[in-house]
Structure formats: C-alpha cells, structure tokens
C-alpha cells in the first residue's frame, strides 16, 4: 500500500470511528477509549454494578472493565455456564464477580433475582439495563407475528422498567444511585425494518426521562446512552452492518465508563443531530432513505 493510500486509509478510519463516538447532549466531544483509568478507579472502586446481559458482547466487555477498576459486578443472564465463564475470567483478572442467571423476561425469576441480590449485597449502587433483543423484518412479512413485537417489548422495555423498580426504593433511600439505559442509535434513525426494536427502546427512554423528574432531590440519575452498532452477534445477521462503521464491544465498555465517571443525561452519535436537521427540513426525503439504505 502506498503512502498515500495509508494516509487515506487512516483519515478514513478516523471519521468513521467520529462518525459513531457517542457525545454529551450538549455536544461536547467524549474520547472512545473511555474516561481517564484514575477516574474511573476512583467512581467504580468498591461500587456494586449489575449489568443485565452480561454473558457476552458489550455486557461482558462492561463487566470485566469495571470489575478491572475495583468494582464489584453482579452479572446476569439466562445461561448459567456463560456466566461462570465470565465469572471466571473476571476472578483470574483478580477482579470480583457474582453470577445471577435470571431469564428476565420472567418476572417472577427477575423478582426473586433482585430479592437474592439485595439480600447478598444490600443495595446497587448502578444499574446497567443492557440485555435487548432485536428483530429486523419487514412489517409485511409481520403478519400473523404479532408476538415479536411482544417479545421486543417485554425484554427490551418491561423488564427493563420492573428490575429499575425494585432497585430504586433502595437507591432513593441511599440518596445515591445510577440508572444507565442502553438504548440505540435507532431511536434516533428510526431505520426500515426494525420498527419493533426501536419502539421498545424509545418506549424505555420515555418512560426514564419522565421518572427523572420524580427522583432527581434523591440523588438517581438515569443516563441514556443511544449506542451505535457494535460488533457482536446481535447485529451479524444484518449483513449490510458488515461494510459501516461500528464500535467494538470493548469500545462499548469504555462509553459506559465514562457514563459512570461524567454521569451525563445523555450519550448519543455525533450525527444525531443531523438526523434531526434531515427529518426537519423534508421527512419524505428521509422516509426514502430508510426504505433505500437503512
């Protein structure tokens, strides 16, 4: 490769990583490799972190980085042996991990998840809502599925609400608390085909937003990171993901520390707000984007 062609090559590379490094509302820059590690120690040190979704991809990425930092993790997950090998890797790190199997999506079992939690541990000071699920289908081929669009909202939504309900007593009577909500970039996009995924997860960013008013004085702040396209199995079905932009889960976990550390309202892509420009100046030219390319 010649020079020339390395230097495109690495300016390429640094706009599409811009393209996808989530921002403070407020539009001030946030570097992807995370918050500086000191601050990051100083915030997670001796901390009680619950990650949902923490057997594999951004959740075990998340759990490992911030039991590295002196947290203390309680991961959670349907599958037991995932678990534990996460476990695993945390405690040869040196790191200390608890594995919780719950399927969230019983709620009886999420129920008596957190009754076990609170038991062991007494309080969680954060709280990572990053288990999802999605579906990418067309609403034509929907017919006669209506329960996909159930299953996107029970994991991605009511569960989601009923685990922060039975933490937050505990949260609001500590005056201190975290609530980080990982959404997604299609919030924002609103891309053809996946319009089950998307409602659960602006559904799960309103219902946040309207309780933050109601338990800011007690010290719980709920941050809403809309995350761009990672690199895990969620997304490689979708072969058109495989030629854009897209964090590493590892990248995914240095955001959700820097939530932690800055504790913003807001994380989202820094062309968000081109989205909003786009919709405003001619919804029907952006409709026909979605149908072309997203």
């Known amino acids: 490769m010649s020079t020339v062609n390395r230097r495109a090559a690495g300016v390429a590379r640094v706009l599409n990583r811009a393209v996808v490094t989530p921002i403070g509302m407020g539009g001030r820059y946030r570097k992807i490799v995370g918050a ?18 923490a057997s ?23 599958g037991v ?22 399927d969230l999506t019983d709620y009886d079992a999420l129920d ?7 038991a062991d541990h007494g309080h969680v000071d954060v709280l990572v809502n990053n288990a999802g699920h999605s579906i990418r289908r067309k609403v034509e081929r929907s017919e006669g599925r209506f329960h996909d669009f159930e299953r996107l909202i029970q994991l991605n939504y009511l569960s989601a609400i009923r685990l922060v309900l039975a933490l937050l007593p505990t ?33 799960l960013e309103a219902w946040s937003d309207s309780v933050q008013g109601e338990v800011s004085a007690d010290g719980v702040l709920f941050t809403t990171i809309r995350m761009p396209l990672v690199r895990t199995p969620m997304i490689a079905p979708t072969k058109m993901y495989r030629r854009v932009p897209a964090l590493s889960p590892d990248e995914a976990a240095a955001t959700i520390g820097d939530a932690m550390v800055a504790r913003p309202r807001r994380l989202r892509p820094v ?4 989205m909003d420009v ?14 072309r390319v997203l």
Request: net charge positive; with cysteine; glycine share 10%.
């Open 36 to 53: 500086e590690d000191n601050a990051l120690s100083e915030v997670a040190g001796g901390r009680v972190v619950l990650i949902t979704g």
């Open 56 to 78: 594999s991809g951004i959740g075990e990425a998340t759990a490992r980085l911030l039991a590295r930092h002196g947290a203390v993790v309680l991961l959670v997950a349907r």
């Open 81 to 102: 042996e995932a678990l534990e090998r996460v476990r695993g890797l945390i405690e040869d790190d040196g790191g200390v991990a608890y594995a919780y199997p719950c």
């Open 112 to 118: 008596a998840m957190v009754a076990k939690v609170l």
């Open 171 to 203: 949260m609001r009577e500590r005056h201190s608390g975290q609530v980080i909500n990982i959404s997604s970039w299609a919030v924002q996009v609103r891309p053809a085909r996946f319009a089950g995924y998307t409602a659960s997860k602006a559904a």
């Open 271 to 274: 062309f968000s707000p081109l």
């Open 278 to 291: 786009a919709d405003a100046f001619s919804s029907r030219s952006l409709d026909r984007i979605r149908n």
